[in-house]
């Protein structure tokens, strides 16, 4: 059975960090890219950054760049986003999610496996 836990979500100020972490269990952690997707109510989930199974492919949305970051352990079966200088507009659920590809998808519908969320919000 394959799980996804994330943790690390929180009520912050705007400016602080954050660093979420998702750990994986149930299948071959290096066989799938790990992104990490966040969804406000009323909107479609998206793309928060990306990270292939292996080597340096990275994705950031654009409005991210600079601020956040996204890691993984392969050892721990781990995924990271560390979030700084954060704005009331990141305020969202976020997901960590698996899909069996080298290469980062941006579309949700491509990944197998989500985590059950973590809430993020940033107060101005």
């Not at 790990?34 to 479609?44: A, C, E, L, T």
């Amino acid at each position: 059975q394959v799980q996804l836990v994330e943790s690390g979500g929180g009520l912050v100020q705007a400016g602080d960090s954050l660093r979420l972490s998702c750990t994986a269990s149930g299948l071959t952690f290096t066989s799938y890219a790990m992104s990490w997707f966040r969804q406000v109510p009323g909107k479609d989930r998206e793309i928060v950054a990306g990270i292939g199974s292996s080597g340096p492919n990275i994705y950031y949305r654009n409005s991210v760049k600079g601020r956040f970051t996204i890691s993984r352990d392969n050892d721990k079966k781990t995924v990271y986003l560390q979030m700084n200088s954060l704005e009331p507009e990141d305020t969202a659920v976020y997901y960590c999610a698996a899909d069996l590809s080298r290469v980062i998808t941006l579309s949700p519908r491509a990944y197998q496996y989500w985590g059950q969320g973590t809430q993020v919000t940033v107060s101005s």
